[in-house]
């Protein structure tokens, strides 16, 4: 699979469609949920590497995977995450994001979509059982289940974490800049819950 020759004329087309995806039909949605996809956008052409974790994932996708289909998961990635703010080792509301997830996505015949969320569907099965993750350290909760996810669905996708690229999408979504340890760090801490009964 080809990268589009410009990726952030991509991201310029699905912010006309922001309105559309993040409907206020679905219950699910975040209230200021435009605005937060909004924000993510401005960062992802902003970013000096803008097109890599596309480049990085494209080959490894079905032919009917699509730009528009990867800036999607990136944006309710980034809504999950947002919701953990004022969640605390609850995952109830995570599993309901992953069903309205899944139908939206076989609504509108995004069928790539619906292999990605089979890796939101598993993190939000492992919350469950340890949710030491969430309870923790609250304020950082979102940025670890973002980092944590993304390493995972690269590993399930392309066959290794691809750090440099979670740590570019990390950047997208959070702003700043984050340093490659914290990206290793999250999966390590990851790993050790992990191994823990």
Known sequence: MRAPSTFKSEIAAYRAKLPFVLSSDDPDVLENAVEIAARVLDNWEKHLDAEKPWLAIADH?????????????????????????GQDAETPALEKDYRSYEKFGRKHKLYAELAYAKALRNHVRRLRQKP????????????Q???????????????????????ILTEIVFGGTIDPPVVRDAGRRVKRHGRKK
């Open 61 to 85: 996708l079905s032919d009917d995977s699509t730009t528009e289909a990867f800036i999607f998961l990136v944006i309710r990635d980034a809504l999950v995450a947002e919701k953990l703010r």
């Open 132 to 143: 030491k993750l969430l309870s923790r350290k609250k304020q950082k909760a979102p940025r």
């Open 145 to 167: 289940y973002f980092i944590e996810t993304w390493r995972r669905r690269f590993q399930e996708i392309c066959g290794q974490p691809l750090e440099p690229i979670v740590g």
